[in-house]
């Protein structure tokens, strides 16, 4: 984040908002800013993003399910931007650790332990850690004596919009954004790789809610898509996993997708529309 607030602080916080008696590296100053910086950005990319691909990849047909909820597109969006602002003040707390320098962050690809493809190497190590830490945090919050105090609202919404995909209580929501905010403490990482990894994360979550069921052939075993999640939020205790289809299967929760069964929301569509239970 600190590449963010220079940028903010060169161009727009030091010549125009902030008074010359507040130093640039001044705790409460920087502490405001990045309050200020993580909701906007994770707003606009959430808003942005989700709005895009509910307009342009959505398959529009779900809409017409009969387990999609009254109002389910307002609830999704204000849900997700409420849980979005609670987050960022423990999600602050971490990028104000990060940038008093306490992470393994550097900049300078001379500071990485080998070079390029030591930068490489970070940025699968940051997906396969990251999509092994959620996936036992995600069956943990499904526990029953969790599930109903902090999951149950996300899964509120059987067929999912690209809304839905940051729509969480605020403490699931931070318990699930932890392990990105974490790694950066365990181990090295590139700044600029850390901020292409954060807003990738945020197309991803929204990409496995955005209805779009179409994966590769031979992706379909390896990743972890929205046919997959979809069979998440309609059948709960499969396909846990964020990216990859691995800890769903060492786990024993991995469910092939019913949609690529012939079984899948669309298909329940068509059959009640041929049934005459639905209005074409
Ligand atoms: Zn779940
Ligand atoms: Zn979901």
Known sequence: MDHVLDIADRYILTPYVYPASWPEDGALRQVISLLVLTNMGAEL????????SFYYVFDHRLLKHPH???NQLQREIRLGVTSIFWMSFPTVALFFAEIRGYSKLYDNITKSPSG???VMLSVAGFLFFTDMVIY?????????SLYKYLHKQHHT????????SHAFHPVD???????????PFLFPLHKVAYLFLFVFVNIWTISI?????????PLVEVINGAAHHVDHHLYFYYNYGQYFTLWDRLGGSYRHPSVLLGQGPLDHIRKLTVAGKLRR
Do not use: C, N
Request: charged content about 15%.
């Open 173 to 183: 929501g931070f318990l699930q954004s932890l392990p990105y905010h974490i790694y």
């Open 136 to 144: 036992w945090m995600h069956r943990v919050l499904h526990h029953k």
């Open 68 to 70: 999609f909820i009254e």
């Open 116 to 118: 390029w493809p030591g």
């Open 209 to 217: 809610h955005d209805g779009d069921f179409r994966i590769p052939w």
């Open 45 to 52: 990319l959430y808003l942005g993003f989700a709005a895009f």
């Open 157 to 164: 919404f059987k067929i999912p919009t690209p809304f839905a």
